[in-house]
């Protein structure tokens, strides 16, 4: 049977009904258990898909007249959350990325926490005033990181000639070393996208301009050229900081594919469908005469529309 798509026409044995505003999934499954219906200016139902009968392209079918349909109860939304607000891992194998309203039940424990948890956090509130004069020094000791000037030194992470297809996300991966207050300086394992893009990709990514990139100052440290063929993304989804891949797309092609919240992003790192707040974040890039590929490692807050960096 095909999945059930948004805006569909829903047909009763009897007469039409409305259209497929929302699919409602099974989380444990990741299959399909229910359709939400739009009644025509009616409001919305929420049919199981046991009373569905045929999918079509276009047209739902159900096996239950109309009368049957209109007498469920009003569709309640907010026992729902969508598929960007929770992480389902390989969501993307079972279930075609649409857009629109993916929904999965809200999960019951979670309905009532602002009564639960009220009494707790002021709690936890009044023990922190309390212990702050105490904890300020230690705070001060461990804060300390964040107001150091950021790294802007070079980092290879391989040769060019692992990248076998123009316009195609080839994943590098390296090694830096992080050094956390009083922590012992440690390897952290990264990636970066690169990609050897064609005249076509690199008009639409620059759109005619170099890309500067500034330190905290504001000074330039360095610039990504236009005519320069090879682009650099960092390994992290702009939405939540999740680590991307890149895919064959049902209906899009090739893509950059978030699987944590389903965002997708083309080859130049635009957004074409999901709830990433910003295209994918750009790297300085340069490679030398023999292939040998450096970035330099820039993070940047997730979430939020504008680019803040962070490391």
């Not at 047909?11 to 505003?21: N, P």
């Not at 569709?75 to 607000?85: A, G, L, N, Q, S």
């Not at 893009?197 to 504001?218: I, M, N, P, R, T």
């Amino acid at each position: 049977m095909l999945q059930p798509k948004l805006k569909s026409k829903v047909r009763c044995t009897d007469c039409d009904i409305g259209e497929v505003s929302k699919v409602i999934l099974d989380p444990l499954s990741h299959e399909i258990s229910h359709i939400v219906v739009s009644m025509n200016g009616s409001g919305e139902r929420q049919v199981m898909m046991a009373m569905v009968q045929e999918v079509a392209v276009d047209l739902v079918s159900l096996h239950v007249p109309s009368a049957e349909i209109v007498a469920l109860p009003p569709f309640k939304r907010d026992d729902y959350v969508t598929t960007h607000e929770v992480e389902i891992s390989h969501l993307e194998d079972r279930l075609d990325v649409v857009p629109g309203e993916i929904l999965v039940p809200f999960p019951d424990l979670e309905k009532d926490v602002k009564r639960r948890t009220f009494f707790m956090n002021f709690t936890h509130v009044i023990g922190f005033l309390i212990g702050l004069p105490i904890a300020y020094p230690i705070l001060r000791f461990i804060m300390k990181p964040m107001y150091a000037p950021f790294d802007n030194g070079w980092i290879q992470v391989g040769n060019v000639s692992k990248i076998k297809q123009d316009d195609v996300g080839t994943q590098f991966q390296y090694n830096k070393k992080v050094k956390e207050a009083y922590m012992p300086e440690a390897d952290v394992e990264k990636s970066v996208w690169i990609l050897k893009a064609s005249s076509e990709v690199l008009e639409k990514f620059y759109e005619d301009k170099d890309q500067d990139f500034h330190d905290a100052s504001g000074k330039v440290i360095w610039t990504n050229k236009k005519e320069f063929p090879y682009i650099a993304f960092s390994g992290k989804c702009p939405h939540l900081g999740c680590a991307f891949k890149w895919r064959k797309h049902k209906t899009l092609g090739q893509v950059f594919l978030c699987p944590c919240h389903l965002s997708i992003y083309d080859a130049t790192g635009k957004i074409l469908d999901g709830p990433a707040p910003r295209a994918l974040d750009a790297l300085p890039i340069r490679v030398s005469a023999s292939g040998e590929v450096e970035i330099i490692d820039m993070e940047f807050k997730a979430g939020i529309k504008n680019q803040i960096r962070i490391i």
